[in-house]
């Protein structure tokens, strides 16, 4: 076998093996997935009519302008998982084994990420599946159902690599838990929850030039069949640094630690 089918072997039993531990600890997954479906219920029918005129509609235009930040939420909580998944195999010895065996060590990470972004499309679809339930329609067609998939997995991939580095980096699972809590904060701080024109003038500029705002713009345009315009080529700008970053941090954490 050449080399790359070995990573691919080894990658697809280290999947298997994280697909197994989400299996017996499902808690994880309810809890990534219940608190987006919180905020979602909070923010329709509690703030929802409030919200909703203020953007000069009701109750259900404001579930059709919030679903997006709250998918982008549940891709920021559900890769939150990766990192602590990571730390309690960087902290537990599991790597000390694996390190006396003859696999890549590439799928070692791999199998993260791969487990990772099943978890996470997983959420994403029983989330939007609640919003469709308290009235959320969507008038996007094929194309844009396609679109909005794609963006959806590219954000997804990019967030898991750098969650992985995050959970490399932390000294234990307790720190891991905590480090992407920035995440899961920046759609407020953007056009997810209330239009950035509404907000004052420093936090303004940074709402609009954030990561958050031009993803949850574009899946909001791609959902609701609205156009775009530069959001899209930003969003898909941001998805592509962020991978990079997390892949070459992650790696170079991965290699270090290997070599101790």
């Given amino acids: 076998m050449t080399t790359l089918s070995l990573a691919m072997t080894d990658s697809t039993t280290m999947l298997r093996r994280n697909l197994r531990r989400m299996a017996r600890y499902p808690s994880m997954t309810v809890t990534l997935i219940g608190m987006p479906v919180v905020f ?15 953007i000069g509609g009701g109750r259900d235009q404001y579930i059709a302008y919030v679903t997006p930040a709250i998918l982008l939420m549940t891709i920021s909580a559900a890769v939150q998982g990766t990192a602590i998944s990571v730390a309690m195999d960087m902290t537990e010895g599991i790597i000390d084994r694996f390190r006396t065996m003859s696999i890549a060590r590439v799928s070692v ?8 972004l099943i978890q996470t499309m997983f959420s ?22 396609f679109a909005a998939v794609g963006l959806a997995l590219l954000v997804a991939f990019a967030l898991v690599w750098l969650s992985v580095a995050l959970g490399l980096v932390s000294k234990g699972v307790e720190s891991a838990s905590n480090v992407g809590m920035p995440l899961l904060l920046l759609p ?22 954030q990561p958050f705002t031009p ?46």
């Fill in 124 to 145: 994403v679809v029983v989330v939007m599946g609640v919003a469709l339930l308290i009235g959320f329609r969507p008038s996007a067609g094929p194309g844009g159902w």
């Fill in 109 to 116: 990470l791999t199998g993260h990420v791969l487990g990772s």
């Fill in 215 to 260: 993803i949850i713009e574009t899946l909001r345009g791609l959902l609701m069949g609205t156009p775009v315009g530069d959001h899209l080529a930003l969003a898909l700008g941001w998805c592509v640094l962020t991978a990079l970053v997390g892949y070459g941090w992650a790696k170079r954490l991965f290699n270090r630690e290997s070599t101790r």
């Fill in 188 to 209: 407020f701080l953007g056009s997810g929850f209330v239009p950035t024109d509404s907000m004052p003038a420093a936090l303004r500029w940074f709402a609009e030039y």
């Fill in 40 to 54: 979602l219920l909070l923010f329709s029918y509690v703030l929802g009519g409030t919200l909703g005129a203020g």
